[in-house]
């Protein structure tokens, strides 16, 4: 390296926050980006089924009333009620309006939850692997990532949590049913984390996107068994609303007050169209959201299937709508991949267990999926 190219890196490393500078793309976005027209997806997290239309109608009306000012920053009260019977009909948590906040997205809900919690080089228990943001909004507010094993069927391993816990361990975050392995916690493994969040007095951030989403198993919420919990969640995948950007978190009012704080200087207020389009999708007719499950659930099989067929080994997913079968040189093989037509993501961009892993989204057609694997055929 020169001596002005050792300057231009001084004036770079000076100009810019450590923590951000540091922070790799995320390895979803980078395969996407990369990825040529015409190209088979199956990387990407997003239901291929419209928004319902009476979801699409509530957010025509409210434009058409005027509905389009600042709203309360916790959410207009009538979507906070909606919230609230929900948590009390489907989750079993008695949620008070004054406990729930409306957030841009699942995303903004986590980042609230994290950065009302962390304090630099406090810990926080990441699954490994585990969604990729996780990871990257802990670095970003200067905490330290920590990862926990999973066990064979890619549950949390409850011993690896209590083997990690320390002083310094602020919070544990779950993802279930799980991203990116379908993974769908027991009833015991949840009881048993909810406990040690009592015990040892850490925060459980609970992310339940996918809860709608389960072929074998039930959902439960930690936050039924600790009051030590956030619970994050969103309209994103249950209703096919990905791109309205609507989550939203319910926890004691401590914590919402704490995130409400960060909430009000970074977003002032979810958007106001998109809150009511949600009032509208959870309080309307649920079809859709039963079709969609059971056509997820038929696509699961074609994949899990296909992939018997080329023996490729792969865990039987139980929830949400990925698949995360054994590759070897899983970065060389996404590449290969990718240069045959096919989109999928590496495991190492879960976490370093997943090095062993790609990631695949059966969120596509059925028609995809089949061409998804013809390509891994040629390839593999």
Excluded at 158 to 175: G, R
């Amino acid at each position: 390296m020169s001596n002005l190219e050792k300057k231009e890196m001084e004036i770079f490393n000076s100009r810019f926050s450590n923590s951000v500078r540091d922070l790799e793309a995320s390895g979803i976005r980078k395969i996407f980006e990369a990825a040529g027209p015409g190209s088979v997806n199956m990387g990407i997290g997003q239901p291929d089924f419209d928004t319902p239309e009476h979801i699409k109608k509530a957010a025509i009306k409210a434009i058409n009333d005027g509905f389009t000012g600042y709203t309360p920053g916790p959410g207009y009260l009538e979507l906070r009620n909606a919230l609230s019977n929900k948590f009390k009909t489907e989750n079993e948590i008695d949620v008070g309006v004054d406990e729930i906040i409306v957030t841009s997205g699942a995303s903004e809900a986590i980042f609230l939850a994290l950065s009302s919690l962390i304090n630099p080089g406090d810990e926080v228990l990441i699954p490994n692997p585990g969604f990729v943001s996780y990871s990257s909004t802990v670095k970003i507010l200067n905490g330290k990532v920590i990862g926990v094993s999973l066990n064979e069927d890619m549950t949390i391993d409850v011993d690896s949590v209590l083997e990690q816990i320390n002083p310094k361990t602020k919070a544990l975050i779950m993802n279930s049913p799980g991203n990116p392995t379908g993974a769908v916690e027991s009833e015991e493994n949840i009881k048993a984390l909810a406990e040690i969040a009592t015990d040892m007095d850490i925060t459980i951030i609970s992310d339940e996107v996918y809860e709608h989403f389960i072929y074998e198993g039930v959902h439960k919420s930690p936050a039924k068994f600790s009051e030590n919990v956030i619970t994050v969640n969103a309209c994103s995948k249950t209703y096919a609303m990905t791109g309205w950007r609507i989550g939203y978190a319910a926890a004691d009012v401590k914590y919402i007050e704490q995130m409400g704080k960060v909430h009000q200087y970074v977003q002032a207020c979810a958007n106001s169209i998109a809150q009511k389009a949600a009032y509208a999708a959870l309080t309307g007719p649920q079809d859709s959201v039963k079709i969609m499950r059971d056509e997820f659930l038929k696509r699961r099989d074609i994949l899990i299937s296909g992939l018997k067929e080329l023996q490729i080994e792969c865990n039987v997913p139980k929830g949400a709508f990925y698949a995360f079968p054994k590759v070897e040189n899983c970065e060389a093989t996404v590449q290969k991949l990718l240069k045959a037509g096919l989109i999928t993501t590496p495991g190492t961009a879960f976490g370093t267990n997943g090095k062993d892993h790609i990631r695949l989204s059966y969120a596509c057609s059925i028609d995809d999926i089949e061409k998804g694997l013809e390509i891994m055929e040629k390839v593999l």
